[in-house]
């Protein structure tokens, strides 16, 4: 029995070892200020927010801590990751139609309201990007406004 516990830890190891090998690509494009959504209209107390809370997951430029090198972590992150940019990529912001961008504020403020953004899962480990009352409340704030000058930019 001793012996069979032995080989399957060993094999445990060795497995270990061997998936450190198969990374996944890391989310460092490029940031030009032509596709970034902080060069609009945002106030400084918003993008505070947007960058604490939002942007590793939902832009083309992630912040990697230590832990992110190690698999499986790595790819559960780089999964994370690639659907947060699937759903909003805050760094493609501008080439988006404005009526795709009114919808996907409308989707911002609707899971920032019912508590969905940012993921429990991220702000288990990054504390800071909780977002407080206030911080909702002004980002909720932002986006209704961004969405008035946007409607009225589609009707000229």
């Not at 911002?108 to 993921?119: A, D, R, S, T």
Request: glycine share 4%; net charge neutral.
């Amino acid at each position: 029995m001793k012996k069979i516990i032995r080989i399957l830890f060993l094999v445990l190891v060795v497995g270990i070892i061997v998936i450190q090998f198969f990374q996944p690509e890391k989310n460092l494009g490029k940031m030009t200020t032509d596709h970034m959504f902080l060069q609009t209209k945002v106030p400084e107390s918003v993008q505070l927010t947007l960058k604490k809370a939002c942007l590793d997951c939902h832009s083309n430029q992630t912040h990697y801590q230590w832990y992110h090198k190690f698999a499986p972590v790595s790819w559960f992150i780089s999964n994370h990751i690639q659907e947060g940019k699937h759903e909003l990529n805050l760094s493609e912001w501008r080439p988006i139609s404005t009526m795709d961008k009114i919808g996907k504020l409308e989707d911002m403020k609707k899971e920032v309201q019912e508590g969905k953004m940012p993921l429990k899962s991220y702000t288990l480990i990054h504390a800071d990007a909780r977002l407080s009352e206030v911080e909702k409340q002004s980002l909720i704030q932002w986006i209704e406004s961004y969405q008035e000058d946007l409607v009225l930019e589609a009707t000229e």
